[in-house]
């Protein structure tokens, strides 16, 4: 497997490391939560939940532009 080397701030580091689960490398986690939010997970579990049943398609897709931007804006604070 090939590697590569990324650089993060400390801040994002912190955030990442809360987010590792025990015996998981830093990488596993990222490719985790890569996996996990992304807009075909959101639309599955909008499928299997009954609560989202009357959204329409147009409501969903301004609801994925409030998280697209979120994740576009998002600025990680700083973790103690």
């Known amino acids: 497997m090939v590697s590569k080397t990324i650089s993060?701030?400390?801040d994002v580091y912190n955030l990442l490391k809360r987010m590792k689960?025990?015996?998981?490398?830093?990488?596993?986690?990222?490719?985790?939560?890569?996996?996990?939010?992304?807009?075909e997970n959101l639309l599955n579990w909008f499928d299997s939940t009954e609560g989202w049943k009357?959204?329409?398609?147009n409501e969903f897709k301004?609801?994925?532009v409030?998280?697209?931007?979120?994740?576009?804006?998002?600025k990680p604070q700083k973790v103690d």
């Not at 931007?69 to 998002?74: E, I, K, M, T, Y």
Request: net charge negative.
């Open 21 to 39: 689960l025990p015996q998981e490398s830093f990488g596993e986690t990222i490719e985790r939560l890569c996996k996990n939010f992304t807009t």
């Open 62 to 64: 301004e609801f994925n």
């Open 66 to 74: 409030v998280i697209e931007d979120f994740q576009r804006d998002f």
């Open 8 to 10: 993060v701030t400390e």
């Open 54 to 57: 009357d959204m329409s398609e």
